[in-house]
C-alpha cells in the first residue's frame, strides 16, 4: 500500500514535469479555449453576405426596386448586374456568385397589366443546406415585396421558380467527400510528417546528419518525398470511394484535381516540417499539428461549415486556412466542371502557401540543425 508521502512526492514530480515543458503545457492550456472560441463562432446553421447576381434584361422601376430591396438586406451582397442567363454560369463556377434572380422582360409592364410576373431563382446548392437557407431568405423578401404590391394595387402577382444548380438532388455526401479529402491528406502529410520528424529529434538521429554533406532542404526533401507518394495514392484511393460507393459526381479534369491535391500536399507537408521545427518534443508536435492543421481545417476550411456564417474577423483568418483554398477547388471541379480559369487564383495562392512554408521550414530547420 502507497503511503500518503509517497504518493504526494509522485505528484509533485509529475506536476515539476508538467510544468518543466513549457511549450507542451502552454498547448494544453490554449487548445481548449481555442476550441470553444472556434466551435462557438463555427456552429452556426445561419447565412449572411449571401452574393446574389441579377439577370435583367430590360431593367425597368420594378426590376429595380426588387435590386433595392435585396441591396438594402443585411443578407445579401449583390455581386453583378448581368443581361443574359448565361454570364451567371462562370459565376457559379468561379465562386464569385451564391445565387442568381432571373427577371423575366417588361416585368413591370405584366405588373401594371395585372398579369403574373415570373421570376426564376437559380441556386448553387453544391452545399445543400446553405443552398436551400438562401432560397428561404429570397422567397422571404420577394414575399414583403408581393405584399407592397397587393397593398398598393390589387392583382398584382409574382410567381417564383427555383432551378438547384450542381447538387439538385441536395445529397450532404457531395458536400462533405471533397472536405473529407482535404482532411485525409492533412492527416497523412502534415501530421505525419511532424511527428516523425520530432521522433527523430527526440532520439537524436538528426544529430548524424550534422556530419553529412546534405543541406537542409535536401534533408527535408527526403524526409518528405515518401509521404508525398503516400498521399498520391491517398487521393486516388479517396477518388475511387467517392465514385465507386457514394456515386459523387465528377464533372471536371481529373488531371487539374490531381495536380491541385498534390499542391496542397505539399502545402500540408511543409506545414509538418515547420511544426516539428519550431517543437521540442514528439508531443508538442503532435498537439502543435492537431490544434495548427486539424482544428482549423474542421472548422475554418467551409467543409462544414459554411465561411459566410463565420464574424468577418474570423473569416479573414481562413484566409491562411490551405484547406480552404483546396476545398474551393475540389467541389468545384468535382460538382461543377470548373477549369483552371475558374480556379486560378486558389492555385496561386496554394502556389504561395507552399513557397511561405517552405521558406519558413527551412530556415527553422537549419537554425535547429546549426
Not at 481555442?34 to 452556426?44: C, H, I, N, S, T
Not at 447565412?47 to 422601376?61: E, G
Not at 511527428?195 to 524526409?223: A, C, H
Not at 480552404?324 to 495562392?349: F, Q
Request: proline fraction near 5%.
Amino acid at each position: 500500500m502507497m503511503r500518503p508521502g509517497a504518493m504526494r512526492a509522485f505528484m509533485v514530480k509529475e506536476i515539476r514535469h508538467i510544468l518543466r515543458d513549457r511549450q507542451t503545457l502552454t498547448i494544453l492550456l490554449l487548445l481548449p479555449l481555442a476550441m470553444v472560441v472556434l466551435f462557438g463562432y463555427a456552429l452556426r446553421s445561419d447565412v449572411k453576405d449571401v452574393r446574389i447576381a441579377f439577370v435583367d434584361p430590360m431593367p425597368d422601376d420594378a426590376t429595380g426596386a426588387i435590386r433595392n430591396r435585396f441591396a438594402g438586406s443585411a443578407r445579401f451582397q449583390v455581386v453583378d448586374v448581368v443581361p443574359t442567363v448565361a454570364a451567371v454560369e462562370p459565376l457559379f463556377r468561379r465562386g464569385a456568385a451564391d445565387v442568381a434572380l432571373v427577371f423575366e422582360p417588361d416585368l413591370a409592364g405584366r405588373l401594371s397589366r395585372g398579369s403574373p410576373a415570373q421570376l426564376l431563382l437559380i441556386g448553387d446548392v453544391s452545399d445543400p443546406n446553405t443552398g436551400t437557407t438562401i432560397q428561404a431568405y429570397a422567397s422571404a423578401i420577394l414575399a414583403d415585396y408581393q405584399r407592397d404590391l397587393s397593398t398598393a394595387r390589387s392583382g398584382m402577382r409574382i410567381e417564383m421558380r427555383t432551378r438547384m444548380r450542381y447538387n439538385p438532388t441536395l445529397e450532404s455526401v457531395n458536400l462533405f467527400v471533397p472536405g473529407l479529402i482535404a482532411l485525409v491528406l492533412t492527416l497523412v502529410s502534415a501530421l505525419m510528417t511532424a511527428i516523425s520528424l520530432s521522433k527523430e529529434k527526440e532520439r537524436g538521429t538528426l544529430e548524424v546528419l550534422l556530419v553529412s554533406p546534405l543541406r537542409p532542404w535536401q534533408i527535408i526533401l527526403g524526409k518528405v518525398l515518401p509521404y508525398l507518394l503516400l498521399a498520391f495514392v491517398n487521393v486516388v484511393t479517396a477518388l475511387l470511394a467517392a465514385w465507386a460507393v457514394f456515386q459523387v459526381p465528377f464533372r471536371g479534369s481529373l488531371a487539374l484535381l490531381l495536380v491541385a491535391s498534390m499542391l496542397y500536399s505539399m502545402v500540408s507537408l511543409a506545414l509538418g516540417v515547420l511544426v516539428a521545427a519550431i517543437t521540442t518534443s514528439q508531443r508538442a508536435a503532435m498537439i502543435g499539428a492537431m490544434a495548427g492543421t486539424m482544428l482549423p481545417n474542421e472548422l475554418l476550411s467551409g467543409m462544414i461549415f459554411p465561411i459566410a456564417s463565420l464574424p468577418d474577423w474570423l473569416q479573414w483568418v481562413t484566409i491562411v486556412i490551405p484547406a480552404r483554398w483546396y476545398i474551393v477547388i475540389s467541389r468545384g471541379i468535382m460538382l461543377k466542371g470548373a477549369g483552371i480559369e475558374h480556379l486560378w487564383s486558389e492555385m496561386l495562392v496554394l502556389v504561395a502557401m507552399l513557397a511561405g512554408f517552405l521558406l519558413l521550414a527551412v530556415r527553422s530547420f537549419s537554425s535547429r540543425l546549426d
